[in-house]
T-cell receptor
Framework: NAGVTQTPKFRVLKTGQSMTLLCAQDMNHEYMYWYRQDPGMGLRLIHYSVGEGTTAKGEVPDGYNVSRLKKQNFLLGLESAAPSQTSVYFC????????????????FGAGSRLTVL | AQSVTQPDIHITVSEGASLELRCNYSYGATPYLFWYVQSPGQGLQLLLKYFSGDTLVQGIKGFEAEFKRSQSSFNLRKPSVHWSDAAEYFCAVGVLITGNTDKLIFGTGTRLQVFP
């Protein structure tokens, strides 16, 4: 049981290049999230998905696009990378909404470190 | 607006000493509160959570946290710190977005350093 797997783990881009980060989970989770982590700012939600074929914006969505074509995968795309997008990106997933059930505990991937020059 | 504040950016303790990491939240409704730990180069791992009931919750690795509604706090404690506890700790509050959709808002983290 791999949990949440992110690829690639490291990537260096030049300004203006594009790339896609892949998040895959094998827990049959409905919800998936992309966060970015920056020093002194904690984790901020970029986009999230409540199920296959659906996506929604989080706190800091500008400059990113996402897709959830398959339930197990959540892709984060940068169409034209900027130095401000240098960060560590974390994907997370959870089973269902609704805190009362206690089931909505996020499982995180190990992170993808992106540097934009 | 909802927010989480961790006032201590960096804490240093000696191995075997007690530990308390502070967390204050701002949220109008009943909060759902979490503590996560991040070891270097790793993702975040859930330490414990508070949804309702007993305000003192126990977590993994000997950690506990106490929810105090009057102080809007959810401080993390451990009676005796081990060198392996050196990591970054994040407090988070669960926030309802729309309907039954929710998300976590994280604090900025507290980095714990443990001296032998």
């Amino acid at each position: 049981n791999a949990g949440v797997t992110q690829t690639p783990k490291f990537r260096v881009l030049k300004t203006g290049q594009s790339m896609t980060l892949l998040c895959a989970q094998d827990m049959n989770h409905e919800y998936m999230y992309w966060y970015r982590q920056d020093p002194g700012m904690g984790l901020r939600l970029i986009h999230y998905s409540v199920g296959e074929g659906t996506t929604a914006k989080g706190e800091v969505p500008d400059g990113y696009n996402v897709s959830r074509l398959k339930k197990q995968n959540f892709l984060l795309g940068l169409e034209s990378a900027a130095p401000s997008q240098t960060s560590v990106y974390f994907c997370a997933s959870s089973y269902e909404p609704g805190w009362d059930s206690g089931a909505n505990v996020l499982t995180f991937g190990a992170g993808s470190r992106l540097t934009v020059l | 607006a909802q927010s989480v504040t961790q006032p201590d950016i960096h804490i240093t303790v000696s191995e075997g000493a007690s530990l308390e990491l502070r967390c204050n939240y701002s949220y109008g409704a009943t909060p759902y509160l979490f503590w996560y730990v991040q070891s270097p180069g790793q993702g975040l791992q859930l330490l414990l959570k508070y949804f309702s009931g007993d305000t003192l919750v126990q977590g993994i690795k000997g950690f506990e946290a106490e929810f105090k509604r009057s102080q809007s706090s959810f401080n993390l404690r451990k009676p005796s710190v081990h060198w392996s506890d050196a990591a970054e700790y994040f407090c988070a509050v669960g926030v309802l977005i729309t309907g039954n959709t929710d998300k976590l808002i994280f604090g900025t983290g507290t980095r714990l350093q443990v001296f032998p």
